[in-house]
Every structure is written in C-alpha cells, then in structure tokens.
C-alpha cells in the first residue's frame, strides 16, 4: 500500500457549515490530488499541489480551497458546505507530474453526505 | 468536457468469458494507466503504458496503447469474479496543468 490516509472516512454535516478533509501521506511525493467522484462523472479533479505552499485550481474548484504547509498533508476546505458538495473525496499522490512516471496511487476515500 | 471516453458503461458477465473494454479520446497522451477500483476504495494502479502500439499482459489482462496513444484497451481472458469492479483509464500529458484526466470508468460484473 502506498503510504495515504484520509481522515475522516464518513462525515455528515449540515448546509452552511465549514468542512475540513484531510490526506496525509508517508511518501515524500512531490505531487498530490484531489478529487471528487459521482456517479455519471468519474473522478474529477479539484484541486492540486505540486509542491509546499504550491497549489492550482483543477477542473471543479469552485466552492473548495486547498492548503499545503507540509510535504506530507494536503487539506481541503469546504468554506460552506451546500448539498451539491456530497460525494466521494479521493486523495491521490503522485511522484511526478507529466512524463512516463506520472503514476497516481489513491487513499481509501472519504464519503461527505451535506444535508 | 469529457477527454476520456470509456465503453462499455456496464458489462455482466459470466465466469470463463473474456471481454474488453475501452478507452478512447481525440487527444494524444503522453502515457495511459488502467486502474480497477471495489466499493468502498479508492482506485489501484494496474498498469501505465507509454509507447504506442505498447502491449503489457499482468497475468489474465492485456493491456494495449494504440499506435497514435489516443487509445487504449484492456483484455480479460477467462474473466472471475474477483475481476468485478469499476475500470478506470486515465491520461496524462506533458505540459498539461491537471496532469490526469479519467474517463467515466466501465462497470465489469462477472457472475460465478
């Protein structure tokens, strides 16, 4: 297993309320993700890091910031949670970015249910 | 925009029969990767292939690059019930600021 935890795994929370997710991982990678996956869509991606303090918005970032302060944690904020928010969050590292060693290895996933 | 085309969506199958499924765009990638994803966990990397018209075989699955890397697909000989789960391609590229794209996944179901 690649060293990725996500915490929490499962959470419910209410509209209007600030949500922090969090992935850490033991790697050392240079790259980490986040995405987003639902039904009909696949895995989206929200934000990415490609280094401390280094993010950029990805395909669906609206609603969502990111902070990197350490190599090893990448955390997702939901400033104000709304319902079109509930899914499935994968956290994802990577060694590299571009070229043929652009693998990703993926977390175990957070379930987020906003009511 | 969808980059990644995937097909089948669903495919149920039983025990013993091969089948593929593919990948699919009008973009170039710099390499392709196969992942399979269960219920409840995040995906696993199977495969990356780099250069067109490359072919990998893991075990009972073939995994091919087409020559212009715009595609891809993925054999399963003799498919089990352990193969069941969503398949995931997802393409990377040089320059490209997200770095991956996926594709909507095909569903596999092979029933014993």
């Known amino acids: 297993d690649a060293g990725i935890t996500q915490s929490p795994r499962h959470k419910v929370t209410e509209t209007g309320t600030p949500v922090t997710l969090r992935c850490h991982q033991t790697?050392?990678?240079?790259?980490m993700y986040w995405y987003r996956q639902d039904p009909g869509h696949g895995l989206r991606l929200i934000h990415y890091?490609?280094?401390?303090?280094?993010?950029d918005k990805g395909e669906v970032s609206d609603g969502y910031s990111v902070s990197r302060s350490k190599t090893e944690d990448f955390l997702l904020t939901l400033e104000s949670a709304t319902s079109s928010q509930t899914s499935v969050y994968f956290c994802?590292?990577?060694?590299?970015?571009?070229?043929?060693?652009?693998?990703?290895?993926f977390g175990p996933g957070t379930r987020l249910t906003v009511l | 925009t969808q980059l990644l085309e995937q097909s089948p969506q669903f495919l149920s199958i039983q025990e013993g029969e091969n089948l593929t499924v593919y990948c699919n765009s009008s973009?170039?990638?710099?390499?392709l990767q196969w992942y399979r994803q269960e219920p409840g966990e995040g995906p696993v990397l199977l495969v990356t292939?780099?250069?067109?018209?490359e072919v990998k075989k893991l075990k009972r699955l073939t995994f091919q690059f087409g020559d212009a890397r715009k595609d891809s697909s993925l054999h399963i000989t003799a498919a089990q019930p352990g193969d069941t789960g969503l398949y995931l391609c997802?393409?990377?590229?040089?320059?490209?600021?997200?770095?991956?794209?996926f594709g909507p996944g095909t569903r596999l179901s092979v029933l014993p």
């Open positions: 994802a590292i990577s060694p590299s970015s571009g070229g043929v060693r652009n693998e990703q290895f």
């Open positions: 790697e050392n990678h240079r790259y």
């Open positions: 890091s490609y280094g401390v303090k280094d993010t």
């Open positions: 973009s170039v990638f710099s390499s």
């Open positions: 292939v780099v250069t067109g018209g």
């Open positions: 997802a393409g990377a590229k040089r320059n490209y600021g997200q770095n991956f794209v």
